[in-house]
């Protein structure tokens, strides 16, 4: 994370340890990377906490760090560039609100602004506990009749949909969040315009992103509809195959129409996650 915002995010797949996770994670970002807030939900190792080390961070927090973890995290000597690192036990996470109707009063967020009020709100949350609740977008106007998506998604475009609409309830919007084998790729945050956004995301990629070079094949969320065709052409053009976004545009027959043209998968999501503040 680096100002409220994640740099780059990962989830394990088969076969893939704790350290492998945290390099692709790191990765995704390799310059933003530099200086940030580690976040992980489960025990750190050591390994993993050797591979940390050798590059500048500020704290790193996870629900529980092993013995030998804790050791390399406290040997200044041989990490002097992190000598003054913060650990931080934040307890388990899997406990925290996650999907909608899991919220109550003890899960609250509070913020408070420069003039001392104090703001109190539900944590946000997603309706999409899973790939079967990906439903292909529909819907009808005028112009083009009623349009539904016919292009097939693979399975793991499906899994890493699912992770990037996950990754994008914590990025400010306008949010983009593109994402391949369980690692974002780019995340594109507080553009003022929804194809600017997009374009955002794509150029940090080809500017900053250290791995295979080319999204061909990749997913993308957007925290909002798509007003206009251009943000799936813009997509479609650097290689994006699936996307999710909510409906909601008077557009949105026009805007699958142009996905099943250009071999996009698109989907809808069941909600906006805008997140302004």
Known sequence: MKHVNPSGAAVALPGEDLKS????????????????????????????????????????????????????????????????????????????PRFTGETSAIHQTYKVLADG??????????ALRSIAD?????????????????VEATEQQKIDLLFSWYVNLSVRSNGVVIAQNGQTLSVGTGEQDRVGAIEQAIAKFR??????????????????????????????????????????SLRDADVIKRANELGVALFHAPERIFSHH
Request: glycine share 8%; hydrophobic share 45%.
């Open 21 to 96: 996770v945290y390099i692709k994670g790191r990765d995704a970002d390799a310059r933003a990377a530099f200086g940030s807030v580690i976040a992980f939900n489960v025990e750190v190792d050591a390994a993993t906490a050797e591979e940390i080390m050798s590059t500048f961070v500020e704290c790193v927090v996870a629900p529980a760090f092993t013995p030998e973890a804790l050791a390399v995290f406290n040997d200044g000597e041989k990490f002097k560039l992190n000598k003054h690192v913060r650990i931080l036990k934040c307890g388990d996470v899997s406990k925290l």
């Open 117 to 126: 009020t104090v703001i109190v709100a539900a944590p946000l949350t997603t």
């Open 134 to 150: 990906l439903k292909p977008a529909e819907g009808e106007n005028t112009r083009c009749g009623h349009q539904i998506s016919t």
């Open 207 to 248: 500017q900053k992103y250290t791995g295979t070079g080319t999204l061909e094949g990749a997913v993308m969320s957007s925290d909002g509809f798509f007003p206009f065709e251009d943000g799936v052409e813009t997509a479609a053009a650097a290689g994006i195959k699936a996307i999710i976004a909510p409906a909601g």
